[in-house]
């Protein structure tokens, strides 16, 4: 019998226990609750309102057009020339164009007429593999006859706002897919020039000029 009272008396203990920590944080959480409610009408005397009726800002995105591709030409400092299907434009002294019949597909592009006695031409096409396999978006594009060489990037682009802001970053693509090619190019031809000397022993390999197409 006094072991019952006793086991009652505890669990009473634990209960108030229990109770009165219930009771501090609900105390607790009615301040907070006031102190918010406090500082919500404090904000909304001031004029904030919630975030539901806060206006959005307007879309001012705009669906892409040849005469909105040479709006973003220019806002990046260039003169566009637009023709039938495409955009051309210089750069640095060297034209480049947009081909603007497929949007929203865009090419931007930019080729040279080459002498297929200048270069060897089996190296030439292997570096255009392996620089367009490594290089994101940029492509090197030989014509099948060997006559002309082109460096371009190809998009699917259907805002202004975006074609705009990324322009310069393509251009830099269209140069860096150049320079890597003629870096590679270089180096190919190194590596088939020593190979000839290490077979025929060491002799005088003619050369031509570097076109500038290569910088």
């Not at 105390?27 to 907070?32: A, G, N, P, R, Y």
């Not at 290089?135 to 090197?140: D, F, L, P, Q, S």
């Amino acid at each position: 019998m006094v072991w019952i009272i006793i086991t009652l008396s505890v669990f009473c203990f634990i209960l108030l226990l229990i109770l009165g920590k219930q009771d501090e944080k609900d105390t607790s959480l009615s301040v907070e609750n006031r102190l918010l409610k406090d500082r919500l009408t404090a904000l909304q005397d001031a004029g904030a309102r919630p975030s539901d009726e806060i206006p959005q800002p307007e879309q001012h995105d705009k669906e892409l057009t040849q005469e909105l591709v040479c709006e973003a030409v220019r806002f990046n400092g260039y003169v566009p020339t637009p023709d039938d299907g495409f955009v051309m434009f210089m750069v640095g002294g060297e034209k480049y164009f947009i081909q603007t019949e497929r949007i929203p597909y865009l090419l931007i592009d930019k080729s040279y007429a080459i002498q297929k006695a200048d270069y060897d031409m089996v190296l030439f096409r292997r570096a255009a593999s392996e620089v367009t396999s490594q290089i994101i978006m940029g492509k090197v594009i030989i014509s099948d006859d060997g006559s002309s060489l082109r460096f371009n990037l190809d998009s699917f682009e259907n805002s202004y706002e975006h074609l705009r802001d990324a322009f310069p970053t393509y251009i830099g693509i269209i140069n860096e897919t150049q320079q890597r090619f003629g870096k590679r190019y270089d180096e190919l031809k190194a590596e088939h020039v020593k190979r000839e000397q290490a077979l025929l022993g060491p002799r005088t390999i003619e050369t031509t000029a570097e076109n500038k197409i290569l910088s």
